[in-house]
Every structure is written in C-alpha cells, then in structure tokens.
C-alpha cells in the first residue's frame, strides 16, 4: 500500500469531516471526469460549466427526386445550425473561449423532421487572461474532441476554430420493376445511384469545407459521416450529414509531442464465435 | 461453532481495487439503495394542475383550422419532484447502507430507473455501488462522526480525484420535464414544413431545469460537479402527446489540498495488431 496515497485519502476524509466552505458564484458543470480535468490545466484550460443547443426542423417530401430535396438539405443545416447556434451562445455568456466534448444527439422523427441536440463543456483559455495575451476575445469554438485530443492538438501546436457542418440529400433513380422486386436475371452497377451518392457527398464535404474556410481554418480534422437511407412510397433518398473540427495553428502549448510506439499487452480476448459461427 | 466470516463484496475490477488500494482504501461491501414510487405527472393524470412555463404553438396551415392544429408545451415540475425525490431516497439508503458498514464512501455508484415494473406509474430508483473505508493502522487518531461520501468515479477516478487535491462529496442529480402535445408541424405534417421551435423549446426547456437541479445541488454541498452524464428520454402520454424528460447525473467535488504535480503524459502509438 502506498503511504502517500493513504496519507491523503486521510486528508481528504478529515477535510470531508468539516462544515460545508459554502461557495461564492455560480457552480462549475462539466461532463468531465478527474484525469480530463488535469490533461485540460496543464494546457492551460479550465472548464466552466455545461452548456447545450437544440434544433428542430422539418422538410416536405413532395419534389425529392426532381430536385427538390433542397428544401431537406435546408432543414438537416437549420437544426445542425440552431444547435451549434445556441451551444456557442450559452459558451459566450458564461465567458468561455470554447466548448469541448460537445456530443450530438440526433432524433429522427416520421421520415420529415430532425431534431439534434450538442451537449458539452465550456472551457477557458487560463493563459489568454495573462499581460500580453489580451486581445479581443473572439467567438467560441466549438469541437466534438474530448479533453484528450484537445490536449494532444494544442500539444502539436494546432487550435480547435469552430465545429463545421455540411449536408446533402441523394435523392435515388426509379429502377426498372424488375430490378425493384428482385427479378432481375442480370446483375451491374445501378451508376445512377452511384453518381447521386457521389455528388451528394462532394456537396456535403464543400458545405463542410466553405464553412472552415470562413472559419479561416487550415482545414479539417475528427470528420464524421452520418448517413441514413429514407425510403417510401414517395421518396428513396440518402440523407448525409458530415460534421468536423475546423482548425488553426497556434503556438504549441504544454510539453513537446513526442509519441513513443508501445505493445500494449492487455489484448481484450479473441471472439471465438461471432454470428453463431466458430471463427478460425 | 463459530460463524463462517463474511467477504465483502465489490463491483471493482481488478484495475479498480488496485486503484483503490493504492488510496489507503479496501472495499468493505456491495451498497444497495432502492425506493419504488408512484410518480406524478400531468400527461397521465389528464389536464390536471401545472405550474412554470407553459407556451401555445399555432397551426401553421394557412386557413387556420380546428384547434387539434395547435400545439403547446407545459413544465412538468410533478414529475421533475417525483425523479428528484425517487433518486434522492435511493441515494439516502445507499449512503446508510455505506454507514452501517462502517464505510467512508462509496465508489463507482450507478443510478438506474426502471420504468417496466408496475406500468408506466411505478417507476424504481436504485443506487448500487461499492463501500470503501480506510484501512486503519496503529497510530491513527480517532476520526470524527463521518456522512460516506457518494461518489460515481470509479476507483481509478478516485484516485487522480484525490491526486489533484479534490474531494468526493455526494452525487448529484438533475431532472426536467416537459409535456408537449405537439402542433401540426411538430407533428411532421408535410404540408407544413420548417423550423420545428417546440421541439427545440421542449429540449432547451427540461435541459434548463435539468441544470438548475444540479447547480442547486453543488450549491447545498458547496462543490462543484464533475463526470456528468445525461440522457433525454421521450415517455409517451395521452394521445400524440409525449412528455420529454432531462435526466443528468454527476459526483460533486469539493477541492481540500493543491493539487500534486503529476507528470506530463507520453503520447503512446499503440502497436495492438
């Protein structure tokens, strides 16, 4: 047993033992745990409190296919915007620099309407308030990265600048009947499809790109697709929301970054069946 | 005949327990908080009393229409109470279950509800965790009359919690809920398509209240609240109409000595095939 560590757990308990200090100002929330809280301090950041934005928006199905799924792609960036919208709005009057770990929920709802939620924990810049660093304080980024990445970023001289978003609705090509109830004798490629899921992806990622241009960002990191297929009696479509931290170089902070190569020797156990068939 | 002595039980893993010895600490037994309540909500008990914010949503449809069309959301604080009261008294007893074993705290505390058992009325609140107290030696002085802390870290949590000079006092719950009977676009009526403001409300309602309930437990503990979970869950009620509940959990600190310098991590490429 370490002495040190019983030592202070003692402390600790003794310092339990006393009245409540009470507390002065508004208390800290965060989704962060203990060994968040410490990679956070030694770069220089410290949270604030919990903050969150909500978006809801619906779209009308009639039109997807013939161009119309404007209207859709306008709604998935409306509720993604409102979201981050508030998330930043709520970081900027408790007087954060930034919001990490924000995580985003997403609730689909009858075919036509998303509704997204982002949680996360506001931060602050502890050296931004020393002499020399005072400047004017821009708006609050935003990233999806925990305290983890943010550390290892700002440890290899790179700054989260705003969370980007970028969307795009496929909408699919009628089949031939055949084709649609499985009675094709001959198989190919359905290049319609292909193409409209290639050019909805390439209008998503420059949604996504335009926004970390504006953002004045070197580019993007942390990328992540969702795609969901919606398909009715109106519509066969592919929604595709793509969602990332833009970022910028700053001065490194924290110790250099050097990563070392490591076996890790806590292997988790092979799955010896999978699917209900003994893997070899 | 001498009774057979009884081992402690742990929800610790081996890493944990490790964790937790190296603190001075040995787990002293499983604690178990439960209470089953009959929760109070206005969606089920029909248009009954409500009070707090309340908002009306029109149909959106050009000519107007009946007044199924319109759409509102009401604060449920009976059942925001209910939630609050339910986790409370299953803290309570996890907390006297923790001081009966002569325990310090208790560690890796999970709060879970189920909703299945005796409808959707009766719901069940139940704290589980693992009692830890401080391994005594020979020179120690006698400790004062003690309340267990309630933690939600678990025990390698714990231990980089004391490291930086922090410590566990109880655990915290949030809660908000809302009652929306939806309007038609709400509804998802495609005639009517476009921002959806109740349902963005709605969530920045309970989220709101949710928040409250926690800054006013760091307050009453004089701490502040670290590893918060939440989740938002959708219950339904009568007709179209659902109640949308905030649920958010975290372990108030309280800050007791500076924190010891610790190393600069190594950032590791794992080699794992």
Redesign the interface.
């Known amino acids: 047993?370490?002495g040190g560590?019983?030592?202070?757990?003692?402390?600790?308990?003794?310092?339990?033992?006393q009245p409540?200090?009470?507390?002065v100002g508004?208390?800290?929330?965060?989704?962060?745990?203990?060994?968040e809280?410490?990679?956070l301090?030694?770069v220089g950041l410290e949270p604030l409190g919990?903050v969150?934005g909500?978006?809801?928006?619906?779209?009308?199905?009639?039109g997807v296919g013939s161009g119309g799924e404007d209207?859709w792609t306008w709604?998935l960036l409306?509720a993604l915007g409102?979201a981050r919208a508030?998330l930043v709005d709520e970081a900027s009057r408790l007087g954060a620099d930034g919001v990490a770990s924000a995580e985003l929920?997403l609730?689909r709802?009858?075919?036509?309407?998303l509704?997204c939620?982002l949680?996360g924990t506001a931060i602050r810049d502890t050296q931004r308030r020393q002499p020399g660093h005072a400047r004017r304080r821009p708006a609050p980024f935003a990233t999806t990265f925990g305290p983890g990445e943010l550390?290892?970023l700002l440890?290899a001289g790179y700054a989260p600048a705003a969370l980007v978003v970028g969307a795009a609705v496929a909408a699919l090509p009628a089949r031939a009947a055949g084709q649609a109830i499985g009675w094709s004798r001959s198989d190919g490629e359905l290049a319609g499809w292909t193409a409209a899921l290639y050019e909805a992806r390439e209008r998503a990622m420059a949604g996504l790109g335009a926004e970390a241009a504006a953002a004045g960002a070197l580019g993007v990191v942390g990328v992540r697709f969702e795609e969901r297929p919606v398909v009715s009696v109106m519509v066969r479509a592919v929604e595709l929301l793509v969602l990332g931290t833009a970022v910028v170089r700053v001065e490194r902070r924290?110790?250099p970054?050097?990563?070392?190569?490591?076996?890790?020797l806590d292997?988790p156990p092979p799955e010896v069946f999978q699917g209900g068939r003994r893997r070899r | 005949m001498t009774e057979p002595r009884r081992a402690p039980g742990s929800r610790l893993s081996v890493a944990e327990a490790a964790a937790v010895?190296?603190?001075?600490?040995r787990p002293v037994g499983l604690v178990l908080g439960t209470a089953v309540l009959q929760v109070v909500s206005s969606a089920w008990a029909g248009a009954g009393p409500v009070s707090g914010s309340a908002r009306r949503y029109p149909c959106q449809h050009f000519l107007g229409g009946p007044a199924e069309h319109w759409g509102w959301n009401v604060e449920d604080p009976g059942l925001t109470g209910s939630v609050l009261a339910g986790f409370g008294l299953a803290l309570e007893r996890a907390r006297a279950d923790a001081l009966g074993m002569g325990a310090?705290?208790v560690v890796g505390l999970e709060l879970t509800v189920d909703r299945r058992v005796g409808g959707s009325t009766a719901w069940t609140f139940q704290a589980l965790g693992t009692a830890v107290a401080?391994?005594p030696?020979g020179g120690?002085p006698p400790?004062?009359?003690?309340t267990p802390?309630l933690a939600a870290?678990s025990g390698r949590?714990?231990?980089?919690?004391?490291?930086?000079g922090?410590?566990p006092?109880t655990v915290a719950v949030g809660a908000g809920a809302c009652l929306v009977q939806p309007s038609c676009?709400?509804?998802?009526?495609?005639?009517?398509?476009?921002?959806?403001?109740?349902?963005?409300d709605a969530?920045?309602l309970v989220?709101d209240r949710a928040?409250r309930s926690?800054?006013a437990a760091?307050?009453?503990?004089?701490?502040?609240?670290?590893?918060?979970?939440?989740q938002?869950l959708?219950l339904p009620g009568w007709g179209e109409s659902w109640l949308q509940l905030a649920e958010a959990v975290?372990t108030v600190?309280?800050p007791?000595?500076a924190?010891?310098p610790?190393a600069?991590?190594?950032?590791?490429?794992?080699?794992?095939p």
């Open positions: 047993m370490s560590g019983r030592n202070r757990t003692q402390e600790a308990l003794a310092a339990l033992a409540n200090p009470g507390r508004r208390p800290v929330l965060a989704t962060l745990g203990p060994g809280l410490a990679l301090a030694e919990l969150g909500s978006g809801s928006a619906s779209w009308s199905l009639a209207g709604a409306d409102a508030e929920r609730e709802e009858p075919g036509n309407l509704t939620q949680l550390h290892l440890r924290g110790a970054l050097r990563p070392e190569p490591r076996v890790p292997d | 010895r190296r603190m001075g600490l310090d705290g401080l391994v030696e120690d400790r004062p009359s003690r802390f870290f949590q714990l231990e980089r919690l004391l490291l930086q922090l410590v006092v676009r709400t509804r998802g009526d495609p005639t009517v398509p476009g921002r959806v403001d109740q349902r963005r969530l920045t989220r928040r926690l800054e760091a307050e009453e503990a004089g701490g502040q609240v670290l590893g918060i979970t939440w938002d959708r975290g600190v309280r007791f000595a924190p010891l610790a600069s991590p190594t950032a590791t490429v794992a080699l794992r």
